[in-house]
């Protein structure tokens, strides 16, 4: 049996390109193994909070030291922590806003971007924390084309991810993409030929 974490993060509900494109990914992971549970984490509707001094203080700090308040915090990022620990698929919904991903993509990173968690760091450097053995699938949608041509420099959302999660030790990642949702002449066929072509290894 598989576990699937599908992660949110478009606040446009019913019109969201990245809900439908990231669904269809679902649907598909479901196709291959009917027996999988898929959890949903909504970042719009049970957004994480902005990293603010008091997240960051009790980060830093032993828990054995923590006050009421940070032994909240700290279980609030360790319960979206284990989500990824327990995934064996995760699936991303990632719309291209501004260049990057959502604020709440980056927000929800910035409580599971851990060191002793998600990485660490040894005498080589950095190493993530997360099981190699799980595959990442990302949704991700934009209205201009950024995989080929003049704008791929300003892609910073899927590098962004896959930097993410390589930190994490997760290194088998495949992208889908719809791109040119706003370029007449592409966006009438985008999503349809980008949910067409999702293949699942």
Avoid: C, W
Avoid at 6 to 21: G, Q
Avoid at 112 to 133: I, M, V
Avoid at 148 to 158: A, K
């Amino acid at each position: 049996m598989k576990n699937i974490l599908h992660i949110i993060s478009s606040p446009r509900k019913e019109v969201s390109a990245s809900r439908k494109l990231g669904k269809a990914v679902i649907e598909k992971i479901q196709e291959k193994y009917p027996d999988a549970v898929v959890k949903d984490r909504d970042l719009t509707t049970s957004p994480a909070p902005l990293l603010n001094e008091a997240h960051i203080n009790t980060f830093f700090s032993p828990a054995e030291s923590h006050s009421s308040e940070q032994q909240s915090i700290n279980k609030y990022s360790e319960d979206l922590i284990s989500e990824l620990q327990e995934a064996d698929i995760i699936v991303i919904d990632s719309p291209m806003y501004n260049f990057s991903v959502p604020a709440t993509l980056r927000a929800y990173f910035d409580f599971t971007s851990r060191a002793g968690y998600t990485f660490k760091y040894d005498e080589n450097g950095p190493k993530g924390l997360l099981n190699n053995d799980k595959k990442l699938y990302i949704a991700f949608t934009s209205g201009n084309i950024y995989s080929q041509g003049p704008f791929q420099i300003y892609d910073s959302n899927v590098p962004y991810i896959k930097n993410i999660f390589g930190f994490y030790g997760v290194s088998d990642i495949s992208v889908f993409r719809a791109e040119g949702l706003s370029i007449p002449g592409i966006m009438e066929t985008s999503l349809e030929k980008a949910i067409e072509g999702i293949t699942i290894d």
